[in-house]
C-alpha cells in the first residue's frame, strides 16, 4: 500500500510543480488549490475502485469513473509536464525569452483536450469488416456471417445503455452466428438483471458461442459478497471455487454456448473455446489445443491472443481474440504493439492460421478511450484478402 502511495504520489508531482513553478499566480490560495486537486485525484486513484466494489448506484459508479478519469488525466498531464521540461530546456539553451505561462498553458490544454476527445471516443461503437477466403471451409459456409464481440465488461462502468447499443449494432448486421470473446462482465457490482435481459435478445441461425475472460473468471466464476472479494483480493488470498456464482446465473439468463476447454462442430466447422487459464492451466490448454482434429475445418475462440503458434500447429484456421482492448490509452498503445509483435489489435498471419484480435466493444479499467475504438468485428466468409 505504502509503494503504490509513494509511486501514486511521485507521478502526480511532476505536473503539480509545473503548475506551480512555472504559472505566475499569487502562491497562496493558488498553491492550495494545486494541492487540493491533486490530493483528491491520488484518493480517487487509490479508493475509487473499493467504492464500486462495495456499493451500488449511481454516485458509487460516478466515483469509479471519476478515479478511472483520473488515472488517464495524470498519465496525460505527466507526459505534458515532461514535454514541457523538454520545451522549455530547448528555450533556455536558446535564451529565448517566453514566459512559463506561454508555453505551459498551451501544453496543458492540448493535453486536456486530448483527455476530452477520449471521453467523446469512449461512447461510440463502430464495426471492423474482416473478409476471410474461405475455400479450406465446407462450400455451405461461403457468404456466411460471423459477428465477434468482446470486452464488453459490463458491470460498473458500462451499463444497460451500452448493451442496448451493441445488441442493436449485432442485430443490424444480420449475424449467421454471434460469438463473444470473454470479459463479458467486470466486478462484483452492477446492473447485471437488466443488462442480461437486453443480452438476451440477440439471436444467430447457428447460435451464438462464447468462452470467459479474465474478468468473467475472477468476479463470475467465485462464491462469496463484494466485500468478501475485496478483502480476499487485498490480502492475496486464494479464491475458493465452486458453490453458487453469478455465472450460474449468467448462463442460465442467456441460452449461449460457453465453451470451456471444448469445441462443438457446426456445419462441419470446429468452433474450439478455451478457458482463461493461470499458471498450472497452461498445459490442459496446451493439451485441449494438440488433441483438435487438424484435418477439420476450425475456429478457435481464445480470450487473449496467446498460444497462437500451438494454435496454428494444431491446424486451427482462424483464431478470435480480445483482452487487450488494442491498448485504449496513449501510450499504452505503443508499449502494447511491441510488446505483443503487433498481435494486440487487428489481422496478424501465423503459418496457414489467421489470428484477429478485436479491441473490445466496452470501456475496460482504462478510461477515457486515448487510443484505438471500440467495435464489433464481422468476419465475412467469402474471397477476400484473407485465405485460410
Ligand atoms: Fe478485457
Not at 493558488?30 to 475502485?49: H, M, Y
Not at 536558446?94 to 471521453?119: D, N, Q, Y
Not at 457446426?266 to 482434429?293: N, T
Not at 484480435?357 to 474471397?383: D, F, K
Request: contains cysteine; positive net charge; hydrophobic residues 45%.
Amino acid at each position: 500500500m505504502l509503494v503504490q502511495f509513494l509511486t501514486i504520489a511521485l507521478f502526480h508531482a511532476l505536473p503539480a510543480w509545473s503548475l506551480i513553478h512555472w504559472l505566475p499566480v499569487p502562491a497562496g490560495p493558488w498553491l492550495w488549490a494545486v494541492i487540493a486537486f491533486f490530493s483528491t485525484q491520488v484518493f480517487l486513484l487509490i479508493f475509487g475502485r473499493d467504492v464500486a466494489f462495495l456499493k451500488e448506484g449511481t454516485a458509487a459508479r460516478s466515483v469509479y469513473r471519476l478515479s478511472m478519469l483520473s488515472f488517464v488525466l495524470i498519465l496525460n498531464l505527466f507526459l505534458a509536464s515532461a514535454v514541457h521540461l523538454l520545451i522549455r530546456g530547448i528555450i533556455g539553451i536558446a535564451a529565448w525569452k517566453i514566459a512559463g505561462t506561454e508555453t505551459l498553458v498551451p501544453v496543458f490544454s492540448l493535453a486536456l483536450l486530448f483527455v476530452s476527445g477520449g471521453l467523446l471516443n469512449a461512447r461510440k461503437l463502430t464495426v471492423r469488416r474482416v473478409s476471410i477466403d474461405v475455400s479450406a471451409f465446407p462450400e455451405s459456409w461461403k457468404n456466411r456471417r460471423i459477428v465477434f464481440f468482446s470486452d464488453t465488461h459490463y458491470g460498473t462502468l458500462n451499463g444497460p445503455g451500452m448493451a442496448e447499443t451493441l445488441v442493436k449494432k449485432i442485430e443490424s448486421l444480420n449475424p449467421d452466428i454471434i460469438i463473444c470473446g470473454g470479459d463479458l462482465f467486470d466486478g462484483p457490482k452492477g446492473r447485471y438483471g437488466t443488462t442480461l435481459a437486453i443480452l438476451a435478445r440477440l439471436q444467430a441461425p447457428l447460435g451464438i458461442l462464447a468462452v470467459l475472460g479474465n474478468h468473467d473468471y475472477f468476479y463470475l466464476s467465485r462464491p462469496g459478497s463484494s466485500r468478501e472479494l475485496l478483502q480476499r483480493q487485498r490480502s492475496r488470498e486464494e479464491m475458493p471455487m465452486g458453490g453458487e456464482t453469478r455465472l450460474g446465473a449468467v448462463k442460465k439468463a442467456l441460452s449461449w454456448h460457453f465453451l470451456e476447454n471444448e469445441s462443438v462442430e457446426i456445419d462441419k466447422v470446429i468452433f474450439a473455446g478455451l478457458r482463461p487459464f493461470s499458471i498450472g492451466d497452461e498445459k490442459r490448454a496446451q493439451r485441449f489445443l494438440s488433441e483438435l482434429d487438424a484435418e477439420k475445418p476450425t475456429i478457435l475462440i481464445n480470450h487473449k491472443p496467446q498460444q497462437v503458434e500451438e494454435a496454428a500447429d494444431a491446424g486451427v484456421n482462424l483464431q478470435l481474440s480480445g483482452h487487450t482492448h488494442g491498448g485504449p490509452v496513449f501510450p499504452a498503445n505503443i508499449v502494447m504493439r511491441m510488446l505483443l509483435k503487433g498481435r494486440h489489435f487487428g489481422t496478424t498471419h501465423h503459418g496457414k492460421m489467421i489470428l484477429d484480435t478485436s479491441s473490445g466493444s466496452g470501456i475496460s479499467l482504462w478510461y477515457p478511450r486515448t487510443a484505438g475504438r471500440h467495435e464489433v468485428v464481422v468476419v465475412e466468409m467469402t474471397s477476400g484478402d484473407n485465405r485460410i
